[in-house]
């Protein structure tokens, strides 16, 4: 079984896929393994398409949290990387039961190695608003969506 991060890694990679075709989300995923090499063949692990799933289910709360909290920046003018890490962040620290600190972290070091350093700053900050706007635990919050 893969670590947490590499499930991310994978995670991120198939919302790339499936941000840039919207295609249905079982596809994106199919398309993902079908594309490894055959000795990179991973076991498909239930975290990655949990991640994935959930993160498109959500997708219209998540990225109305990421809207409202990245001043000055509309989704579709973001790279597509970093919205895709922030989508992923924000739906497991939310809805994943992730520790929004983990969540964070874990977002950051997918935008080191996936982005810039500009963009570990970007990343960092919209999260961290979303994170201090978030509800504090055993408060009730309605997340429909």
Known sequence: MPSRH???????????????RRQPVDE??????????????????PFVADLVRGTVEHIAWVDE???RHAEHWRMERMPAVDRNILRL?????????TPPAVAIDEALELARK????????????????IHRGMPQVGASIDRAG
Do not use: C, H
Request: aromatic share 14%; glycine share 4%.
């Open 89 to 97: 962040a924000v739906y497991e620290m939310t809805y994943g039961g």
């Open 114 to 129: 996936y982005s810039n350093e500009e963009s570990v700053q970007f990343v960092n900050g919209v999260l961290d608003a």
């Open 6 to 20: 590499k499930s991310r890694q994978r995670a991120l990679q198939i919302l790339f896929l499936w941000d840039a």
């Open 28 to 45: 994106a995923i199919n398309a993902y393994y079908d594309t490894l090499y055959s000795e990179e063949r991973p076991e498909r692990e």
């Open 65 to 67: 949290q990421i809207s």
